[in-house]
C-alpha cells in the first residue's frame, strides 16, 4: 500500500471521530473547524487572534470557491453560525484550509 494511501486511511478515521460538520452551498463537509479567537489566553497574552477556518481534505474541495457561504454546525459559542470563504490554502498535505470570514 502506498504512503499517499496510508494518509488518506489516517485522515478518514480522523476526520470521522474529531470532524466538524459543516455545509459549504449546502454540500455536506467534514472538518476541523478552529475560531482563534476562542482560544485561552496564556496570562496575558492571547495565543491566537488570526481569522477562523476549517480544514477540509482535498477531495472534499471539489467546487469550493472563494464567496461561497459555509454553515459551521457548533454552537454559537464554539464559534458555529455562518461564514463566507476569503480564501483557500492548500496545503500540500492532502488537506486545504479554508479562510472564513463571519457573515450576520
Same mark, same amino acid.
Given at each position: 500500500?502506498?504512503?499517499?494511501?496510508?494518509?488518506?486511511?489516517?485522515? @478518514?478515521?480522523?476526520?470521522? !471521530?474529531?470532524?466538524?460538520?459543516?455545509?459549504? @452551498?449546502?454540500? @455536506?463537509?467534514?472538518?476541523?473547524?478552529?475560531? %482563534?479567537?476562542?482560544? %485561552?489566553?496564556?496570562?496575558?497574552?492571547?495565543?491566537?487572534?488570526?481569522? %477562523?477556518?476549517?480544514?477540509?481534505?482535498?477531495?472534499?474541495?471539489?467546487?469550493?470557491?472563494?464567496?461561497?457561504? !459555509?454553515? !459551521?454546525?457548533?454552537?454559537? @459559542?464554539?464559534?458555529?453560525?455562518?461564514?463566507?470563504?476569503?480564501?483557500?490554502? %492548500?496545503?500540500?498535505?492532502?488537506?486545504?484550509?479554508?479562510?472564513?470570514?463571519?457573515?450576520?
Amino acid at each position: 500500500m502506498a504512503f499517499r494511501d496510508l494518509i488518506d486511511d489516517l485522515d @478518514e478515521v480522523v476526520f470521522d !471521530v474529531l470532524g466538524d460538520l459543516a455545509h459549504i @452551498e449546502g454540500r @455536506e463537509v467534514l472538518g476541523m473547524f478552529s475560531a %482563534p479567537w476562542l482560544q %485561552p489566553k496564556l496570562g496575558q497574552i492571547n495565543t491566537g487572534l488570526r481569522e %477562523p477556518h476549517l480544514v477540509i481534505r482535498v477531495g472534499d474541495n471539489t467546487g469550493v470557491d472563494t464567496r461561497q457561504s !459555509v454553515v !459551521v454546525d457548533l454552537p454559537p @459559542e464554539d464559534g458555529g453560525g455562518n461564514y463566507i470563504i476569503t480564501r483557500i490554502e %492548500p496545503g500540500g498535505d492532502g488537506l486545504v484550509t479554508l479562510v472564513l470570514r463571519k457573515t450576520p
